[in-house]
Structures are given as structure tokens and as C-alpha cells.
């Protein structure tokens, strides 16, 4: 396996930069990274020009933003989850952690990637956003709300950023692509539609990241802020734990 991992003498001083590079490499460097990343560029460039067509009346600028982010929050993901879990798929995990004897320095190394991707990815949304709502003003002869509070056009992340993260603890946690991914697309649909059942839909809001979410975008509360701790702490927080535990546990 080519690596970009730089050893010294001692293999406990491999630089976390290092390892950062060669999992980068991992992330995008298969036919499939390339694949997913295409397609989302394609359908977010769709999703542009639909924006510039649809918004035709004055409008803040953050406007086009949710309908433009919903590729990226749907797709990215699926890069991390096969960084994770198609190592242990397919055996290659065992070279990457003789290479890296300390396996939290590989998990950091792959979170590390999530976040430079997660961060070009909303700067890239947040400009094109800015430059559809320009176009269509100028189409349409309106003019642009840029006064928007900054912690409303910080929520807009949330979306891509919840749904990255719990792609991220799912592959963690499993370590299986088929599973990995069919928790990733199952899980949120079926935790919404509960959480709108009668009696027990109220419990099982705290529950639900996509319900608390759009609460909290829509208009934070004490109980959709602490709802959506809550779905975070059940869904991304202990599922990385676990996985972590049992990556150190794993290949012993």
C-alpha cells in the first residue's frame, strides 16, 4: 500500500500531519471518492441555477443557501464513511495500524479531514448562495437582505455538519459499510416519523436529529436546544466512543 506516513526510527513518533496527509490521500484519491465528489458538485451546481430561477422576489441572501447545501449534506458523507469502514472490509486496516500503532491518532487523523472538508464545503456554500441571490436580484430587479443575524446564517451549517458527523460515528461504530450506510439513510426518516406518533412521539423527539434540528433552525428554544444535545450525545457522541473502544480492541 502507498502511504505518505513519514516513519522515524520509533513508529510512536509519527507525526499527526503525516498520518493527516496519507488519510486525505485514502478520502479522495479511489474512484468512487471521485465519483461522489463529481455528483456533488454536478447536483449543488443544479441546485444553483434552480435557486436563481425559483427566488424571485426580495429576499435575504442566505435564501438560495438550504436548497443549494442539500447535495453536499446528502453526499459528503458517504467519502468518510467508506474511508472508515472499507478498511476493516477490506483487511487493509491491519497495514494502517502497523504503520500506527496509536489508533486514536488515525481516528483524529480522519476527523481532522471531515473538518477541512466540512469547512471548504460551507465557504463554497455560503458564496454561491451569496452569488445566486445576486443574479436573481439583478434578474428580477430586487434588491438583497444582507443584514441577516449572524448566529441565523451560522445555523444554516447545522444541516451539513450534524448530518457529517453522524455519518462519521456510524462507520466508527460498526466498521461495516452496508450497515454504516444503511443506518445513515434509515435511521433519520424513521426517528422523524416516530417522533410524530401520539403519546410517545413527544418522548421520542429527544431522539430525533433531524426533528430537533429544524426546531432549533426554526427558532431556538430552551427545549429544542437541549432536544438536540440530546440527539447528538445518542447519536454521534456514543457511537464514537464505542467505536473507538473497540478500535483499540480490534487487531490485539
Not at 484519491?29 to 458538485?41: G, L, S
Not at 454504516?180 to 410517545?200: M, R
Not at 436529529?209 to 429544542?224: M, Q, Y
Request: with cysteine; aromatic share 12%.
Amino acid at each position: 500500500m502507498k502511504t505518505d506516513i513519514l516513519l522515524n526510527k520509533d513508529t510512536n513518533c509519527i507525526r499527526l500531519s503525516s498520518i493527516v496527509k496519507a488519510e486525505a490521500r485514502k478520502a479522495t484519491d479511489t474512484q468512487v471518492a471521485k465519483t461522489i465528489i463529481v455528483t456533488t458538485a454536478f447536483l449543488t451546481f443544479a441546485m444553483f441555477i434552480v435557486s436563481i430561477l425559483r427566488f424571485k422576489n426580495a429576499a435575504p441572501w442566505t435564501d438560495p443557501f438550504i436548497a443549494i447545501s442539500s447535495p453536499a449534506s446528502t453526499l459528503l458523507v458517504l467519502i468518510f464513511i467508506l474511508l472508515i469502514c472499507e478498511e476493516w472490509t477490506r483487511g487493509t486496516a491491519v497495514i494502517t495500524y502497523t504503520f500506527v500503532p496509536q489508533r486514536n491518532k488515525v481516528i483524529v487523523a480522519k476527523f481532522i479531514i471531515l473538518l477541512v472538508f466540512f469547512l471548504g464545503t460551507i465557504i463554497t456554500l455560503y458564496a454561491l448562495s451569496a452569488i445566486a441571490s445576486i443574479i436573481a436580484s439583478v434578474i428580477y430587479s430586487y434588491s438583497i437582505s444582507w443584514s441577516e443575524p449572524i448566529y441565523s446564517v451560522v445555523l444554516l451549517v447545522l444541516p451539513l455538519l450534524v448530518n457529517m458527523l453522524f455519518g462519521f460515528s456510524m462507520a466508527i461504530a460498526t466498521q461495516e459499510t452496508t450497515i454504516a450506510l444503511g443506518l445513515y439513510f434509515v435511521v433519520p426518516p424513521i426517528t422523524v416519523i416516530a417522533s410524530q406518533l401520539p403519546v410517545v412521539g413527544s418522548y421520542l423527539k429527544w431522539f430525533s436529529l433531524e426533528h430537533s434540528s429544524s426546531l432549533f433552525i426554526a427558532g431556538a428554544t430552551g427545549v429544542s436546544a437541549t432536544q438536540y444535545i440530546c440527539s447528538i450525545l445518542i447519536w454521534i457522541v456514543v457511537p464514537c466512543i464505542i467505536g473507538s473502544f473497540r478500535m483499540k480492541r480490534d487487531l490485539n
